[in-house]
């Protein structure tokens, strides 16, 4: 108020009344504000603050009733003009609800795409809000309450606007962790990294090889390639979430089951998948971090190609380094294959003690107390040939001591090896005395292997490090393709990286390296790598152009959809060594669905709520001597309540309009324009050029 107390004194001077007075602005702030114990609870809850602290009193505030909340704020942006109206919206209110951790504090926000700036700080109502990290536990804790509300919502379908019911359609949006945790999913690492179709990881990870990586074989023909993924839909998550309650505490969860759903979704999915939308920000970023990486590994291969054999060979320490690092490289690969198998294993153990058979050999069981495979049989066992082992103690009979060796943990392909011909059965070793010691000594194995998986893959990391500083430390002296495409980066795009945590890009950043390939890769020898990354970043770019905040024609439709398909041969046509990154399989997969279903990415994306976090930092900063811990919440909370309310008073200050010379006498000509007496005309102070005012 300071500061406006000083504008209404500079103004008074000037005999311009422009202001009420600060009791009436007041008052208008009071009646307008929606922080009562009745809209608003603020409280402290035991919640973890990271995720490696012990459990704490952390103040957090959120909106009691959802439903009258939001009726509140679309029927005041109804009577202030704010609502687009729009054929694609057929007459639906459509509601966004997302989340995301930004500094200090985790929120939960809602935004309505139907209002004009929709993807604006000043049009995302925060639903709730606390101070700490976005764990699954603390989401849980304080948002619970909504998911009834929520499912409600998409039960009743309908909000009212001016006394009048409207059909409301709810989209779950944010950053991919945050929509896994919203549908209870395992996150990208996971088996099944994808909330939309139901595609492996093992798929992506495996190297392209030039195979393309799309869901249609031609424009009007779909990919009828078995192994393709298939798509999920809001039935399975609430069959893959049954399945796991029925089964919470009988095994371990991996990320194979119930198609890597180990969680109650925080939010129903009543409305379907189509209706999760894919975090077209996060993409874009990801993907040009990544590929500029890779650019610049490409740039430091070309400078390290003058290095020579022989100057290699007669350093001992590197390839000393790479012999180390191959081998570790594959004891950690033999390690989790292992592991895996030791998991697949578990599983057939807690099948056939449930009883639960599919297609299993319930005809030719084994002489183990629980047969693995009486219950199922996987893909890896040949049902027509199935291998068998004979334990030397107990076989004494005709049909006694004969087990499966997938039973025992004996692959296949070992069961010739000396060491098997004189084998003894972890019953004859006191290892197993019955049927309830198969699942607890299996267990105890997968978690040997677990450790001896970690410790491999620290071993391995930790000699690749050596590696690569080895390998650096040879190739100092080279450099300049690298050094140059940096330059590149900071002088003409103004880039810099190292201001950004993880050596990241903004937006503004991206968008800039696709817009300028060509200023970016200019200092680069022309041949394949400079065209094959030029042709990249250009198709990158013409896809996210059609990702504006708008509705898109058919013809843009088409094009978006087109664009992404193509970007699913180019890349692996291109990089066949290069695996699918989940975000690129979003883009080339799903992106293109959700457009032709809803006929926008723009309108539906993050924007908003990830420019929130800013206005809120810089309000808690304000605010930062508060020790309270409820009180600082309060008037955190409160403030952004006002801002918003404020903003949405339909008062818009005109764009102050800078009088700068075009440039027709002279070309490129910046010169400021200067009114002349007549009041009609403007001279530039460089060139003389008069510009004749248009008249009112």
Known sequence: MSKLRDLRRF??????????????????????????????????????????????????????????????VINKQCQLGNIMTHPSFEDEIWLKIGGDKGGSSTKLVAQFANQKNGN??????????????????????????????????????????NGVEKPLRIFLYGDYEFLCKYVGHMGPAS????????????????????????????????????????????EQYVQDYADLSSDSGTRPITGHMYHSISKRP????????????????????????????????????????????????????????????????????????????DEKLLQCFVRAKRGRNIKGLTSDPCSMPLCALASSVPAEVDRNNVQWIRCTRCGKGDEMGWYHAYCVGIKEAEIDLPCYNEWTCQVCTDEISGPDDVIPCQEERVTSNKALVKEKEAAYAKAKDKLDKVYDKIAKARGQYEKMLNERLENDLHVKRQ????????????????????????????GEMKNKFQGLFGRLRKIFKLFKADFLSEEEVRELCVRCWELGYFVPKNFPLQTVPPKLHMLICHVPEIAMKWKTIGLLSEHGLESIHAVINSMERVYCTVRDKTEHMRLVFGSHQQRTVTAKTGLEVPPVKIRVCRGDIVPNCKGRYVTNTDKKTRTCKQCKHVLVLESK
Request: proline letters at 6%.
């Open 499 to 526: 201001a950004y945590h993880s050596q990241c890009f903004v937006g503004n950043h991206c968008k800039a390296i696709v817009d300028n390939p060509e200023v970016l890769l200019q200092d680069l020898p022309d």
């Open 11 to 72: 103004l008074s001077n000037h005999n311009i009344k422009l202001f009420p007075s600060e009791r009436h602005i007041y008052n208008e702030l009071k009646a307008r504000q929606t922080m009562s114990p009745e809209v608003v609870e603020i409280g402290v809850l035991q919640l973890q603050q990271t995720s490696q602290s012990p459990v704490s009193g952390v103040a957090f505030a959120r909106v009691k009733n959802l439903r009258e909340y939001l009726t509140d």
């Open 120 to 161: 604006s700080p000043d049009a995302t109502n925060i639903l709730a809000m606390f101070n700490a990290t976005d764990t699954y536990n603390n989401l849980n804790e304080v948002f619970s309450i909504y998911y009834d509300q929520l499912a409600e919502l998409m039960n009743m379908k309908t909000i009212v606007v």
């Open 191 to 234: 088996s099944h990294p994808c909330l939309w179709c139901n595609i492996t990881l093992q798929e992506l990870r495996k190297p392209t090889s030039g195979e393309p990586h799309c869901p249609r074989v031609k424009e009007n023909q779909w990919n009828q390639n078995a192994n393709w993924a298939k798509p999920r839909s809001a």
């Open 266 to 341: 925080l939010f129903p999915l009543c409305a379907g998948v189509d209706h999760i939308v894919p975090p077209s920000l996060h993409i874009l970023l990801g993907l040009v971090v990544r590929y500029f990486n890779l650019l610049e590994l490409e740039c430091r291969k070309l400078d390290q190609g003058g290095l020579e054999e022989r100057d290699l060979e007669q350093c001992a320490e590197w390839w000393a380094a790479s012999e180390q690092a191959k081998k570790l490289e594959n004891e950690c690969s033999e390690a989790k294959s292992a592991l895996a198998a």
